[in-house]
């Protein structure tokens, strides 16, 4: 058989894959070429290239007095030793056993507690491979999620609150917050008030744009707000479940900045771009009925119009965001689409059709 003669080093194949659509042209979603866009900011890496992280498939660190930070390059998590038991929060599943090989890198204690950020499947997927003896911790809305759509890698939390909790293991305390739907129902903040650290999951990636879509966060106004009440704790440290770091003050500082960004240039794009332009494609003949057209004109105009301001603006310390972050380049435009569809969806913006119509002509 000479059907695998072309590999790359490191084993995987050249030839193209039965699966793969080249071109789907106007109904389809247009693949990139990795030298099209920036060099990524090398201080985003964190542990991705450390040779620990790709020998054994994960970094772990001390963030601060039994506080530890674990990272598989994708996706991170915390863990905290108490001296009588390990508290664990969250468990990705892309770290998956690696993080029982971490805590045993630091400890002898066993895994008592576990404390669920959100019942995401992609942070809390290996939650059951600590059997079926620990506690877990969660907000209500992740137990009342987990009893709905049952997983069995994701059992339901033994312990649950509703607004403040705070857990005490062994004299070594966290503060968990809900704060309302952000990212998800029941997505939690957890703060160890001692080590000044904190877990703010799925809000923003240290030194990384957040992910498509606004990270597919399911609240934008709580996702939004959500980056305020992170700065309202007091935190040395902050584990955010992406990418390859951990992050500071700093960091969350710079994510709020490329958010309210894409918000004021989505404000304007929204006041700017009109959609009579789009309408009048739509003629008279047998395409007069085809709106999705149009509507796909107009929010792509909109899109672009918000990616072009927001990854050319000088920003707060004379960068582009490219250089701050890396794949801001790449995702900008997901994140300018949610951005302009939620503030449609959750935010007043432009009133409302009157008897005598809508000064700004078509409206959606
Ligand atoms: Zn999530």
């Known amino acids: 058989m000479t059907t695998h003669d072309h590999h790359h080093a490191n084993g995987i194949c050249d030839c193209i894959p039965k699966w793969y659509i080249d071109n789907l042209g106007q ?45 598989g390059g994708w996706y991170d998590c915390m863990f905290v030793c108490t001296g009588n038991g390990v508290i664990v929060v969250d468990a990705p599943p892309s770290l998956g056993e690696r993080l029982l090989d971490a805590i045993a890198e630091v400890t002898d204690e066993p895994v008592t507690h576990m404390v669920y950020s959100h019942w995401h499947a992609d942070h809390v997927g290996a939650a059951s491979m600590f059997g079926p003896n ?151 003949g047998p395409y007069m009925g085809a709106f999705r057209a149009a509507e796909e004109n107009y929010f792509s105009a909109i899109t672009n119009l918000v990616t072009k301001n927001v990854l050319e603006k000088t920003t707060s310390n004379g960068k582009l965001w490219h250089q701050r972050l890396n794949g801001a380049d790449v995702m900008t435009k997901n994140n300018a689409y949610t951005m302009v569809q939620k503030i449609r969806l959750e935010m007043s913006h432009n009133g409302y059709v009157t008897r005598q119509g809508h000064p700004e002509g078509f409206f959606l």
């Open 27 to 71: 109904v389809g979603l247009p693949y990139s070429k990795v030298e099209d866009y920036a060099r990524p900011p090398e201080d985003s890496y964190g542990s991705l290239f450390l040779p620990d992280r790709i020998k054994k498939g994960y970094h772990v660190e001390e963030l601060k007095d039994g506080v530890y930070w674990v990272s």
């Open 134 to 284: 620990i506690k877990r911790v969660a907000h209500e809305k992740t137990a009342e999620l987990l009893t709905r759509f049952p997983d069995k890698d994701r059992p339901v939390p033994t312990e649950t609150f509703s607004k403040d909790a705070v857990l005490d293991v062994n004299g070594v305390k966290l503060e968990l917050s809900y704060k309302g739907q952000n990212h998800a129902e029941g997505n939690i903040f957890i703060y160890a008030p001692k080590q000044k650290a904190l877990a703010a999951i799925d809000i923003l990636a240290p030194g990384w744009v957040a992910f498509k879509d606004c990270d597919s966060s399911e609240n934008i106004s709580g996702w939004i707000e959500a980056h305020d009440q992170i700065l309202d704790y007091d935190f040395d440290t902050i584990v955010c479940g992406h990418v390859s770091r951990y992050g500071t003050r700093e960091d969350v500082l710079t994510a709020r900045e490329y958010t309210h960004d894409i918000i004021g240039f989505a404000k304007q794009a929204l006041q700017e771009v009109e959609l009579e332009y789009f309408m009048k494609d739509l003629g008279t």
